[in-house]
Every structure is written in C-alpha cells, then in structure tokens.
C-alpha cells in the first residue's frame, strides 16, 4: 500500500537544471540538494527499506556500501525517482534538480559504437550547438580513457571500458546528482581507484554530487568523504570513511 502523501515536491526530480558555469562559488555553501525523510520501501513483504533519513548536499561525494541485499540499490533507484518509496518523504532542496543514474547492468546499447552512445547525451537545453557538446565529450573521453575507444562497438569492449562510457553518459547531460550502482565491480582495485579519481575531480570541478554504490571495502578505506551503510535495509552507519 502506498502510504505516502507528500510527493507534490517530486514533480521537479527529473527536470533539468542549467549546469554548466551557473554552480560556481556554491561550494562553501553546500545546499541540501535533496533529503529523504524516514523513508522505507517494501516489495510486496520484503521490507527492503526501513526509515531512512538522508541528506545530500552540493557537490558531495558520498560512497554507499552494505552486503548483497541490504537495499543499497533500492535507496539508489528511490534518491534518483525511478522507483518511489512505500513511505516517507523525498524533500528537493532545489529548483530543477536533475538526477542521473548508472545502473549496474548499465543499459548501455551493445551494437553502437560509443560515440553514437554518448551522442545520445547531448542535452540541447545545456549545450548551445553539437560542436560545444563535442568539445566537451572529447574532453571527458581523454580524461576518462576512452578518447581511443570512440568508434568501437560497446560489444568489443571490457567490462571497464564499459562501464566508463556508462559514467560518461550520465555526466554528460550535467547533473546536479549521479548516482552509480557498483560502477567498479568489474576493475581491479587499481583501474578503480584511478576511476574513483577521475570522478572526484568532475565532482570538484562540475560540483555535481556522487552517490557511489560500492563493495570495493579497500577502495572504501582509502577514501576520505562521506560514507553511508547500510544493513537490511537500515542505516547503521553515517559519517566520514576516514574514521572507519
Ligand atoms: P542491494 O542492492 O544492496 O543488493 P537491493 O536493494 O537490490 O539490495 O535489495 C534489497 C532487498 O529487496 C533484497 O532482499 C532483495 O531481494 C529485495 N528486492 C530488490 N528488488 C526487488 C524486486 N524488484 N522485487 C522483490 N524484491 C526485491
Ligand atoms: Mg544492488
């Protein structure tokens, strides 16, 4: 039973924001982005979400972690609005707030090349013409590694490489919020720390804030922001990774 009564907010989760150049000189501030309320989410028995409170501020960088079946990619799909919770509330902290996501299977289209796959996050409400956009697509395809791999088919591709061009997709339309579903879980714990620090400067530079959904525990440790855990479906921990 939908229990909840206050999603009038939720009507602006997906809308687009401006992005580019607009964010600068908010990182002191570090707005509330968006906040669950005591949010829980069952299917059907299964309570996979118990009374979650959670805030996510600017440009925050926040890993997730929590064993196989703790809700950790429920929480995702209900912080990025695909799936809305059973109870509790979801309060944006903003006007336009937009939300990408990767999943874990990342929904990427396996017989295109990865050009034609990151074309398709070409956002003409934030890129002025196809040539600003691919300036920036060029860019982001050095930094990430992926610059050589343009016109190669997804189906040729490693799992890494894969899962590269699914984090370049969600951060090419300019979120204020990615949320990413054990992006490493196919890299060794170097090639993952190195996408970790590719991520960490987008998150400084681009102030977009990073959900990271993560098993990697060596990663974890060597990370020093926010970390959230979770444990059928409660959140036992919040605080910062360096005093784990
Ligand atoms: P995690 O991502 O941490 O592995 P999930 O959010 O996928 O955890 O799952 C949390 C719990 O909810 C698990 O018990 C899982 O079996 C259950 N669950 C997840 N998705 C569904 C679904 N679509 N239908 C029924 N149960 C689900
Ligand atoms: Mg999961």
Not at 217 to 237: A, D, N, P, T, Y
Request: proline share 2%; with cysteine.
């Amino acid at each position: 039973m939908i229990k909840d009564q206050s999603f009038a907010s939720l009507g602006a989760h997906h809308s687009r924001a401006r992005f580019f150049g607009q964010e600068q000189g908010q990182l002191a501030a570090s707005p509330v982005l968006l906040e669950l309320v005591n949010v829980s989410h069952s299917y059907g028995k299964i309570d996979a979400l118990k009374g979650i409170n959670l805030q996510i501020r600017g440009s925050e960088f926040i890993f997730l972690t929590g064993a196989s079946g703790a809700g950790k990619s429920t929480l995702l799909n209900i912080i990025s609005g695909e799936l809305r919770p059973t109870f509790g509330n979801i309060v944006n902290g903003r006007e336009n707030l937009f939300v990408t996501q990767v999943f874990q299977d990342l929904k990427l289209i396996e017989n295109v090349s990865v050009l034609d796959n990151l074309r398709m996050a070409n956002d003409p409400t934030i890129y002025r013409s196809d040539r600003e956009f691919m300036n920036v697509l060029i860019e982001m395809g050095k930094v990430f590694g992926v610059y050589d791999a343009f016109n190669r088919r997804i189906n040729s591709l490693n799992g890494g490489l894969k899962q590269k061009v699914a984090i370049m997709r969600a951060l090419l339309p300019g979120p204020n919020l990615l949320v990413a579903d054990e992006p490493t879980s196919s890299l060794d714990f170097e090639s993952a720390k190195k996408l970790f620090d590719v991520l960490t400067y987008y998150n400084s530079k681009r102030t977009v804030s990073i959900v990271w959904a993560s098993h990697n525990r060596e990663l974890v440790r060597k990370f020093s922001g926010k970390m959230i855990h979770l444990e059928k479906g409660l959140l036992v921990h919040s605080g910062h990774a360096c005093f784990i």
